[in-house]
């Protein structure tokens, strides 16, 4: 997976279409990404003690890592992610438009 926590991306199909933010968690093994302030849903909660009442709580919940695109810095724009080696010898991920290093 070429995403990476922290990122930010856009995405770019589903309800929240062309919204932006930033990566939080990165599950690799479903492939699945959660990012803030997207795919929030309701949640109804049962109050905890007697007297409490219930409450609406919003979450967010993941979303597949192929509906995201990274959005790179010096550009701007949802980008595609390549990666190759400096003169060091250290593998960089880089803008495959405007050939920035992230």
Same mark, same amino acid.
């Given at each position: 997976?070429?995403?990476? $926590?922290?990122?930010n991306?856009?995405?770019? @199909?589903?309800?929240?279409? *062309?919204? &932006? !933010?930033?990566?939080?968690?990165? *599950?690799?093994?479903t492939? $699945?990404?959660?990012?803030?302030?997207?795919?929030?849903?309701?949640?109804h909660? &049962?109050?905890?003690?007697? !007297?409490?009442?219930?409450?609406?709580?919003?979450? %967010? &919940?993941?979303?597949? @890592? %192929?509906? @995201?695109?990274?959005?790179?810095? %010096?550009? +701007? /724009?949802? =980008? &595609?992610?390549?990666? /190759?080696? +400096? /003169?060091? !010898? =250290?593998?960089?991920?880089?803008?495959? /438009?405007?050939? @920035?290093?992230?």
């Amino acid at each position: 997976m070429k995403l990476k $926590k922290g990122d930010n991306v856009q995405i770019m @199909a589903g309800k929240d279409k *062309n919204k &932006r !933010g930033k990566i939080l968690k990165i *599950n690799p093994v479903t492939g $699945k990404i959660l990012v803030e302030g997207i795919n929030i849903y309701k949640k109804h909660q &049962r109050p905890k003690k007697q !007297g409490e009442k219930g409450e609406m709580v919003f979450l %967010s &919940r993941y979303i597949d @890592a %192929s509906n @995201a695109a990274v959005i790179c810095g %010096s550009c +701007d /724009k949802p =980008v &595609r992610i390549g990666y /190759k080696k +400096d /003169k060091e !010898g =250290v593998k960089i991920r880089y803008c495959k /438009k405007c050939q @920035a290093a992230f």
